[in-house]
Nanobody, 119 residues
Framework: QVKLVESGGGLVQAGGSLRLSCSAS????????MGWHRQAPGNRRELVAE???????NYASSVKGRFTISRDNAKNTVNLTMNSLQFEDTAVYYC?????????????WGQGTRVTVSS
């Protein structure tokens, strides 16, 4: 079982920066993907950024150039550095990890950390 714990959310003014961190613990297999999703009130949960265990990244178009995802495979941690934050980035941010084994993908989610950007 994989447990994900996020930290680093909070309140920031528009134009500011925040750094989210997520740590995976428990019986952790090779986590093929780690990443961040977010959900704003009334909206569906959406992908923000993800990174595979080879370092390849994928970003939502709305955050490209502003957010940077990184991971430490040895420590099973993933970070999201968010710069030039906008009011529209306000959401609960969820860490996600997934691994592939015997033909199946397994997904794990953290409990979420709230990011509030004041305009």
């Amino acid at each position: 079982q994989v447990k994900l714990v996020e930290s680093g959310g909070g309140l920031v003014q528009a134009g500011g920066s925040l750094r989210l961190s997520c740590s995976a613990s428990g019986t952790t297999p090779i986590l093929h993907y780690m990443g961040w999703h977010r959900q704003a009130p009334g909206n569906r949960r959406e992908l923000v950024a993800e990174i595979d265990n080879g370092g390849r990244t994928n970003y939502a178009s709305s955050v490209k150039g502003r957010f940077t995802i990184s991971r430490d495979n040895a420590k099973n941690t993933v970070n999201l550095t968010m710069n030039s934050l906008q009011f529209e980035d306000t959401a609960v941010y969820y860490c996600k990890a997934k691994y592939y084994r015997l033909g199946l993908w397994y997904d794990y989610w953290g409990q979420g950390t709230r990011v509030t950007v004041s305009s």
